[in-house]
């Protein structure tokens, strides 16, 4: 079947403009996080959602970020005045249940300029 | 707590076995391998929850050892295909859901 899919692929924005990131997860997942990679590091955990409610939103690094997953399914991160250190590729990853293997998605890479 | 992998980067021939290590200051419920290739996505390989069991495919498999908090990825007759940056990711808790990664291993196989 289809893997996670995101979009946009690249997006480059100007400091301080809002910009929406969206996560298609694996048909049946209930459980979709996100993560933001930057170059040479690991993935960092941003924010777990079981079904439409955020689990846990302990990585979130302050109140300009911000993700909704209303019906369950597709997810959308929404970053508000964009700085250049949130510049990095943003991860999603579907599971079928907590605490089994995540798939992750091709990510989406933010420029911010 | 993020965990520490070693190494940082090793080269090896094809046919060359490889161990990668994942280490924890805190307790752990389970370790997840994943492989990423440049520009791409990271993939899943395999998930080992406490217990100290081992698994393994193919020609990767992986221990996890509850009481020391680590855990290995041991690769066997490496391909070309296997050259990536290997991560691991740590759950603390059962239930904790999210996955704390390492900082990551890269891994060049050469013919």
């Known amino acids: 079947g289809a893997g996670v899919s995101q979009t946009p692929s690249n997006k480059v924005t100007e400091k301080g403009k809002y910009v929406e990131l969206r996560c298609d997860p694996i048909s049946g997942h209930t459980a979709l996080y996100w993560y933001r990679q930057s170059l040479g590091q690991g993935p960092e955990f941003l924010i777990y959602?079981?079904?439409?409610?955020?689990?846990?939103d302990s990585g979130l690094p302050n109140d300009r970020f911000f993700a909704v997953r209303p019906e369950g399914s597709v997810s959308t991160l929404k970053i508000q005045r964009t700085e250049r250190g949130d510049s990095a590729v943003y991860l999603c990853?579907?599971?079928?249940?907590?605490?089994?293997?995540?798939?992750f998605g091709p990510g989406t890479r933010l420029t911010v300029t | 707590q993020q965990p520490v992998q070693s190494p940082q980067a090793v080269i090896l021939r094809e046919g060359e076995d490889a161990v990668i290590n994942c280490s924890s200051s805190k307790a752990l419920y389970s370790v997840h391998w994943y492989r990423q290739k440049h520009g791409e996505a990271p993939i899943f390989l395999m998930i080992?929850?406490?217990?100290?069991e081992q698994k393994g495919h193919d020609k990767i498999s992986a221990s996890f050892n509850e009481k020391k908090q680590q855990s290995s990825l041991y690769l066997t007759a490496s391909q070309l295909s296997y050259s990536g940056t290997y991560f691991c990711?740590?759950?603390?808790?059962?239930?904790?859901?999210?996955?704390?990664f390492g900082q990551g291993t890269r891994l060049t196989i050469n013919p």
């Open positions: 080992l929850l406490k217990g100290g």
């Open positions: 990711g740590t759950e603390g808790v059962q239930g904790a859901q999210k996955l704390v």
């Open positions: 990853a579907s599971s079928r249940s907590p605490s089994y293997e995540q798939y």
């Open positions: 959602f079981q079904g439409t409610g955020a689990a846990d």
